[in-house]
């Protein structure tokens, strides 16, 4: 039996050796150029992958089924860093100590609302909203509101809509957080739908918001069941080939979060 005893305190101790080494291999990163020939993780079914190849050829790349997931292996050492959009990442990392967010960008992009082609008038409604919340402060309060830097974004703000002229419909995927998501009562908030919410006031319309799946909002929106769309939306010029889209109210693209 004592045999057996030290046997197994053997294979414990061999079995933790191996754990520790594996999980010091990762060499601590500082820059984004560290991460060429690293394993990075991405979502399944985006472009991430094909972006950081752009500029980290040599990366190497592990699969999750979502961001969340993504971001969670590089905190257990799974992983030396996961690439998405950057504000994202951001919002994951303020809930989620130890996760940093590298300044430097893999990708820069523009992020707009989109409409439909010949509708340049709600185009106009839309950046003009865009440029006096950023003449009045508006636009600051809704960047420390949804993109804190530790914690949970803070409640939306009531927003009333006297709608005497409509409704303006939003189609939007509530799986973008901070910008669309579902949040604790079951309602669908965010830096867009809050956004949305003063274009439609700007018009004197309701504000119906549609959720849906990302790949199909644009189609819905050609199709005329969605006024307009948002849901950290790339400005493309594929994209801009089939929608009119507003100028850009966020600056991002792809970022790297590591293990701080």
Partial sequence: MTGSFFRLLLVCVVSSF???SGCSKREKITKLQQLDGKEIAVPTG???DKLVLSKLPN?????FNSVMDAALAVKSGKADAAAYDEPILKNIAAKNSGLLVLPE???TDNYGFAVQPNNRELKRNIDLVVSDLK???GYDEMMRRWFPKTGKPAPMPAIPLTGTKGVLRLGTSSVTEPFSFVDGSGGIVGFDIELARYIAKKLDMKLEVVNMEFGAMIPALISGKVDMIAACITIT?????KVLFSDPYYVGGIAAVIND
């Fill in 18 to 20: 191996f754990m520790l």
């Fill in 46 to 48: 985006t472009v991430a």
């Fill in 59 to 63: 990366a190497k790349f592990k699969y």
């Fill in 105 to 107: 960008m893999i990708t």
């Fill in 135 to 137: 003449k009045n402060g």
């Fill in 237 to 241: 010029d594929e994209r801009a080939k």
